[in-house]
């Protein structure tokens, strides 16, 4: 099964320093791999999304992330915080195959923390 | 516009009645899904229909039923509500095609008294 793993519930850093969100996925085949924001009460939002192509993936809000095949990681990186970053970071992956088509699995969530 | 839609934003009712979520969607995607958010934020998928035609049912009690009278809109019922159903429901949407993004409404934050 598809899945991906978000290994810290929360991250915090000062604002103006860089910023990263981890992820890492396990999939069969060739991964489809997003990240999402939520503000409070608000739905998800799209940042950005890997599916072939350059290793590196711009955003929106000048988020970035890197794919790394070897090391099964999609994390997401901001070269420097601004408050207005902190909220909760979805990792998602696609899944590709038959009936499971549709599927998108969500990781647990990363709450960002940026602090004046 | 709002690209998926979603009421009543918030819903408190009491145990045992029967409630109902609307969504819409103007995007033109043929796929549309619920989703439910528990009070530790973590994301799990319930249904997920492709042209009104279900295809996707993950474990969910048969108290909740999705309707989808045409592929822009999918609706949600559920029956004889229980506290353990307190939580947000998001309704989304995506194109059919493997590499697109699949977009949410803003939610519907239901609490069961």
């Known amino acids: 099964a598809q899945s991906v793993a978000q290994p810290e519930d929360q991250v915090n850093v000062a604002e103006g320093n860089p910023l990263t969100v981890k992820c890492t996925y396990s999939v069969s085949g060739n991964p489809y791999l997003f990240w999402y924001v939520q503000y409070p009460n608000r739905g998800l939002q799209f940042l950005l999304k890997y599916i072939t192509g350059d290793n590196l993936v711009k955003g929106s809000y000048g988020f970035e992330a890197e794919f790394n095949k070897s090391q099964t990681s999609f994390h997401l990186k901001k070269p420097s915080a601004l408050v207005s970053d902190s909220a909760l970071y979805f990792c998602?992956?696609?899944?590709?195959?038959?009936?499971?088509?549709?599927?998108?699995?969500f990781g647990s969530g990363t709450k960002l923390n940026v602090k004046p | 516009d709002t690209a998926v839609s979603q009421t009543p934003k918030y819903l408190v009712t009491q145990m045992g009645n029967d409630k109902s979520i609307k969504c819409e969607q103007n995007l033109g995607h043929d796929t549309m899904y619920w989703y439910k958010q528990d009070s530790k934020k973590f994301l799990k998928i319930m249904f997920s229909y492709n042209n009104k035609e279900l295809i996707i049912n993950e474990t969910v009690p048969n108290r909740f039923s999705p309707k989808s009278p045409d592929k822009a809109h999918l609706n949600l019922h559920i029956n004889s509500l229980e506290l353990g159903d307190s939580a947000v429901y998001f309704c989304a949407s995506s194109p059919r095609t493997g590499g697109n993004t699949i977009y949410f409404g803003e939610g519907s934050w239901l609490t069961v008294v």
């Open positions: 998602a992956v696609r899944d590709l195959k038959g009936g499971n088509f549709n599927k998108f699995y």
